[in-house]
Structures are given as C-alpha cells and as structure tokens.
C-alpha cells in the first residue's frame, strides 16, 4: 500500500507560481514512478507530468511544457510540482499519483485545489 498526501495548492493570480507537493508513504519511495494529475470543473482528469523512479524519464502534458517542472526527492520520499507562469485554464484539482508498472497508476492522494484568478 501506498499513501500519498498532496499539498502547496491555493488561489494564485495569472502569471503567479506555485509548487505542489506530494508525502508518499508505506512503500520503498524510489520503487514507483510518479505522476501529476488535474481535473478542471467539467471536465476528464488529464495528464499533466510524470517522473521516473530515479528522477530520469520526465515527461509534460504539451499544456504545461516549459511552465511547469516536476522533480522528486528519494531521501524524502516527496515528488514535487513547480508551476510557473500559471494561466486561469490551469484551475482543477491537482493529484499526484504512484506507478508500480508502467504508465498504471494504482495509488493516488486526495487532491489539492489550484485556482488561477484572472
């Protein structure tokens, strides 16, 4: 089992920043890769980032590439969602999530809410 307690998200004015955090327990941190979420009111949950076991095979949703960078610290056990330059169509409700194999995330956080004011 694994728990996952996101955390950092608020109410940001556009062009502001942000970092989400994610605590990840019960299992050995660097054993899963992790992942970033969102799902905006109305809407499917989409991608937005992943991050392999060691740090490496980082991958972005193409709506947040070069605005967003996500990174993990093992020692830790914390992966980590910095948010620049953050636009109103970034409002949702961010979770972080964890992959024991790829790309199936099996383990997700409660959520935490972004919103971007105009």
């Known amino acids: 089992q694994v728990q996952l307690v996101e955390s950092g998200g608020g109410l940001v004015q556009a062009g502001g920043s942000l970092r989400l955090s994610c605590a990840a327990s019960g299992r050995t941190f660097s054993s899963y890769a992790m992942g970033w979420f969102r799902r905006a009111p109305g809407k499917e949950r989409e991608f937005v980032a992943s991050?392999?076991?060691?740090?490496?095979?980082?991958y972005y949703a193409d709506s947040v590439k070069g605005r967003f960078t996500i990174s993990r610290d093992n020692a830790k056990n914390t992966v980590y969602l910095q948010m620049n330059s953050l636009k109103p169509e970034d409002t949702a409700v961010y979770y972080c999530?964890?992959?024991?194999?790829?790309?199936?995330?099996?383990?997700w956080g409660q959520g935490t809410q972004v919103t971007v004011s105009s």
């Open positions: 991050i392999g076991r060691s740090g490496g095979n980082v």
């Open positions: 999530a964890a992959a024991f194999t790829r790309n199936n995330y099996d383990y």
